[in-house]
């Protein structure tokens, strides 16, 4: 099982990233999934949820009305729609199931926000 985030890069504050998450080892439907995310000296953080059943999503409230989670089951795919960012928003990007699993956290994608 993997799961892969990647779309990660430097945005000025303001701007729009979106990552994805590619899924392998199973289908994306068969679990909930969410994002996460770890920026530098502190621990990491639920950022986003999507269900397994009937697509219900959950914020954090840091994110909540910035960023959209979704997902496309014909390619095994999560996405992270990242709209005005800031500078807090700066950190690496991991996507997991939910509830997560220790051996399914991948490499992550580096995010950082910065004039």
């Known amino acids: 099982v993997q799961l892969q985030a990647s779309g990660g890069g430097s945005v000025q504050p303001g701007g729009s990233l979106r990552l994805s998450c590619a899924i392998s080892?199973?289908?994306?439907?068969?679990?909930?999934i969410g994002w996460f995310r770890q920026a530098p000296g502190k621990e990491r953080e639920g950022v986003s949820y999507i269900s397994s059943s009937d697509g219900t999503t959950l914020y954090s409230n840091s994110v909540k009305g910035r960023f959209t989670i979704s997902r496309d089951n014909a390619k095994n795919t999560v996405y992270l729609q990242m709209n005005s960012l800031k500078p807090e928003d700066t950190a690496v990007y991991y996507c997991n199931t939910v509830p997560f699993r220790n051996d399914y956290w991948g490499q992550g994608t580096q995010v950082t926000v910065s004039s």
């Open positions: 080892g199973f289908t994306s439907g068969a679990h909930a």
